[in-house]
């Protein structure tokens, strides 16, 4: 089955992907209406004007509005999927559902932000990142906040409970990684499976080192269970997988066990390097990828920590203070 093939059969299902821009560097996000009872949008894309006409004009072109909506789904807490969600509830008067775990965050959206920005600099200090990296860094992410917003979920779900609409179920699936809150949602009739940012065709899902829901500070170890999230995924005898970005999936097997063996060659790079000789993450992160961006320091230390996690816990790698630095040598 190709990609068109399987967004024909998602038509079919009376699902409709909707491509919404954003001003950020993935490019566009994937909407997804559901022509059902109740009306049913899947993520909202981000707070602007011009997703907002965006979105109207894809809903008018398969003969709905967004008044009609009865039902919003959001499938994670990041701002480009869920952007819009308080223009189209006041409009619509739409219920919203969303995992219960990520309901107090979508609800405190700017002390959250602030919060998670704040966890971010910590982290970033700890793993050898310059303090004037990390400034800019914030206000990046400040420039970013307008284009959030707070969610008012309506309809908690929890991870394993079913979700009935008129011609189909879905099971709902809590499976954090790319963030703590990535949700599918698994239509077993249909084989359809819908997995927002959890697995992309294109792209490899950063897992982000994000705050834990309940505000802890906590460390995660966001790659570990990432993997094992997609493990999960992997044994789902999915037909079609509609992504948060880009096309179809339509052999969720063969990527995940592509993405797998990438992680796993990832690990040993970084495994070599630390050999050598100890450092912290950021040194490790400029071996790899060079003098990156400010704008992707972030990204490319949460890959670089949560790869030297699977080395911490296979039990090759420790973790050794340096200061309020932290570096890390290799056991054997
Ligand atoms: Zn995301």
Redesign the pocket.
Same mark, same amino acid.
């Given at each position: 089955m190709t990609p068109e093939e399987a967004l024909e059969g998602a038509r079919e299902a009376g699902i409709h992907r909707l491509r919404i821009p954003t001003p950020f560097a993935?490019g566009r996000v994937n909407c997804y209406l559901i022509e059902d009872e109740p009306l049913t949008l899947v993520d909202t894309g981000p707070n602007s004007g011009k997703a907002l006409d965006e979105l109207e004009r894809q809903l008018s072109d398969v003969g709905h509005a967004i008044d009609d909506l009865e039902l919003v789904i959001l499938?994670?807490?990041?701002i480009?999927?869920l952007g819009l969600i308080e223009v189209i509830e006041s409009r619509s008067g739409a219920e919203v559902a969303a995992i219960d775990v990520a309901v107090a965050h979508m609800a405190g959206y700017s002390e959250r932000a602030d919060a998670d920005d704040e966890f971010a600099g910590s982290l970033m200090l700890r793993y050898g990142i310059p303090q004037d990296m990390i400034f800019a860094l914030r206000s990046v992410s400040r420039s970013f906040r307008g284009w959030g917003a707070h969610a008012k979920v309506t309809r908690p779900l929890a991870d394993g409970e079913t979700l009935r609409l008129r011609d189909r179920e879905f099971e709902v699936q809590l499976r954090p990684g790319? *963030?703590p809150s990535?949700t599918l949602f698994w239509d077993s009739e249909r084989k359809i499976l819908v997995a927002?940012?959890h697995l992309i065709a294109h792209i490899s *899902?950063?897992p982000?080192l994000t705050q834990p829901l309940d505000g802890s500070d906590e460390r995660p170890k966001a790659l570990v269970r990432y993997l094992e999230s997609l493990r999960k995924t992997r044994e789902l005898p999915a037909e079609i997988v509609l992504s948060?970005?880009g096309e179809p999936i339509t052999d969720h097997v063969a990527l995940i066990d592509d993405r797998l063996a990438m992680h796993e060659r990832r690990a040993e790079k970084l495994y070599d390097l630390i050999a050598e000789r100890p450092q912290t993450a950021y040194e490790l992160a400029q071996a790899l990828w060079g003098n990156v961006a400010v704008t992707e320091a972030f990204l490319t230390l949460s890959e670089v920590v949560g790869h030297v996690d699977l080395l911490m816990d296979a039990g090759r790698v420790r973790e050794i203070a340096d200061g309020d630095v932290v570096r890390f040598e290799a056991t054997e």
């Open positions: 993935v499938t994670h807490q990041h480009d999927h790319h *963030s990535d927002a940012d *899902s950063n982000l948060g970005h």
